[in-house]
C-alpha cells in the first residue's frame, strides 16, 4: 500500500492561497490521487482526483509532478468555511485505499 | 436524492453487548466500505464488498463482520463489544469503477461502556 504524509497542521488568512503537498514515495503505477475534504462530525467529501500534471475544478486544483512521488493541493482564496482537515488519498483499487493522518487547516479571520 | 445513510447516529453500548449498524446507498453502487476513525487518526478500512453478497477484509477487521444481502445495504456487526471498539465509524459507496471517489455517510459514534 502506498503510505502518504501530509504536514499535520497548516494556518492561513482568509483570502490567501493554501498549498498542501502530500508525500507518497510508493505509489504505484496505477493509482490515482484523491483529496478529501472532512468538517467535524461528517463523513470525507471529494475535492479533486488527478493521475499525473494538473486538474483544476471549481474549488480546487490538483499538482502533481511527472515523478508522482509528491501532489499539492491547492486552494485559491480561502474562507472560513474552507477550515476542515484535508485527506491525501493514493488509490488504486477498491481493496488498496489508504487515508493518512490529514491536514487540518486553520483559516484565521 | 439521500447519498448514503447511516444509522443510529450515535449509540452507547455496555461491554460484551451486540449491535448492527446499517449503511444503506441510493446510488446502485457496487462497492461499499467501513472505515472507523480515532481521535487523531485517518480513516482505517474494516471491511468492505465488491458487490451483493460478497465481503472481504480490510486493514482493521477483527472483532466486526458485515453482510451485504442486497446491493443497496452494508451491515457491521460487533458480536461482543469491546472499549476498544468504541470510535466513529463512517460506511462509504462507490461505482464499479474503483477510479472514482467514494461517498461517504455522516457517521455513527458508538461509545463502549
Known amino acids: 500500500l502506498a503510505k502518504t504524509t501530509q504536514p499535520i497542521s497548516m494556518d492561513s488568512y482568509e483570502g490567501q492561497e493554501v498549498n498542501i503537498t502530500c508525500s507518497h514515495n510508493?505509489?504505484?503505477?496505477?493509482?490515482?490521487i484523491t483529496w478529501y475534504q472532512q468538517f467535524p462530525s461528517q463523513g470525507p467529501r471529494f475535492i479533486i482526483q488527478?493521475?499525473?500534471t494538473k486538474v483544476t475544478n471549481e474549488v480546487a486544483s490538483l499538482f502533481i509532478p511527472a515523478d508522482r512521488k509528491s501532489s499539492t493541493l491547492s486552494l485559491p482564496r480561502v474562507s472560513l468555511s474552507d477550515t476542515a482537515v484535508y485527506y491525501c488519498?493514493?488509490?488504486?483499487?477498491?481493496?488498496?485505499?489508504?487515508f493518512g493522518t490529514g491536514t487540518k487547516l486553520q483559516v484565521i479571520p | 436524492n439521500a447519498g448514503v445513510t447511516q444509522t443510529p447516529k450515535f449509540r452507547v453500548l455496555k461491554t460484551g453487548q451486540s449491535m448492527t449498524l446499517l449503511c444503506a446507498q441510493d446510488?446502485?453502487?457496487?462497492?461499499m466500505y467501513w472505515y472507523r476513525q480515532d481521535p487523531g487518526m485517518g480513516l482505517r478500512l474494516i471491511h468492505y464488498?465488491?458487490?451483493?453478497?460478497?465481503?472481504a477484509k480490510g486493514e482493521v477487521p477483527d472483532g466486526y463482520n458485515v453482510s451485504r444481502l442486497k446491493k443497496q445495504n452494508f451491515l457491521l456487526g460487533l458480536e461482543s463489544a469491546a472499549p476498544s471498539q468504541t470510535s466513529v465509524y463512517f460506511c462509504?459507496?462507490?461505482?464499479?469503477?474503483?477510479?472514482?471517489?467514494?461517498?461517504f455517510g455522516d457517521g455513527t459514534r458508538l461509545s463502549i461502556l
Open positions: 488519498l493514493v488509490k488504486g483499487g477498491y481493496q488498496k485505499v489508504t
Open positions: 464488498s465488491v458487490g451483493e453478497g460478497t465481503t
Open positions: 446510488m446502485n453502487h457496487e462497492y
Open positions: 462509504a459507496s462507490q461505482t464499479g469503477n474503483s477510479n472514482q471517489p467514494q461517498h
Open positions: 488527478g493521475y499525473k
Open positions: 510508493n505509489i504505484a503505477t496505477n493509482d490515482y
